[in-house]
C-alpha cells in the first residue's frame, strides 16, 4: 500500500470516529471541515498539553491494530492534527463520562463553532476555520474558554493558561448529569 494510500484510509477512519450531526437529521455533508482539521498540525504551548499529542499518537497505533494495515511506522513521522486531538479527547470523555466518545468529538466541534461550516467551503470559510483554529492553538480564545473546545460558563481561572486535560473536567463539572 502506498503511503497515501494510507494516509486516505486513515483520515476515513478518524471521520468515521464523529458522530456529525449527532441526533438531527441532516443532508449536510463535513469532509472539507475534517480535511482542513486534519491538515492543521497541533501545537502545544501550555506545559503537559503534549500529552494531548500522546494521545493523538496513540490513536495511529489503535488503527493499526483496529485496520491490520501497514505497520506503525508509515504515520509516526507526521505531526498530530487537531482532528486527531479531538478524537482522542472524545475517547477521554467517553471513559469519564456516559456518552459515546463520536458524540464528544462532534461537540467539541460544535463548541469551537466549526458545526456552521458544510461542504463545500469556501476560500473564506476556509479563512475563517484557519482563524478559529490559529486561536484554539495559540489560545488566542476568550478566558472563559470560549473559542476553545471547553467553553465554560464559570470559570474559575483564565482559561487560556489551562492545560487541555484541566479545562475538559472543568468543563465536564459543569454539564447535567444526563449529558455525561
Known sequence: MTARGLKDIYFTWLCDKIAIEYGRQTDKSYGDLLGQLHSKEFVWVVPNDDNRIADGQDLRARFYYETSLGDDHELAGLPVSVLEVIVALGNRLEFISNQPASIWSWRLIENLELHKFSDPISPREQNQIDDILEALIWRTYKP???????????PQENQTKVEVWYQMHHFLEEQSPEEN
Not at 472563559?144 to 464559570?154: C, I, M
Open 144 to 154: 472563559d474558554g470560549s473559542g476553545g473546545l471547553f467553553p465554560l460558563a464559570f
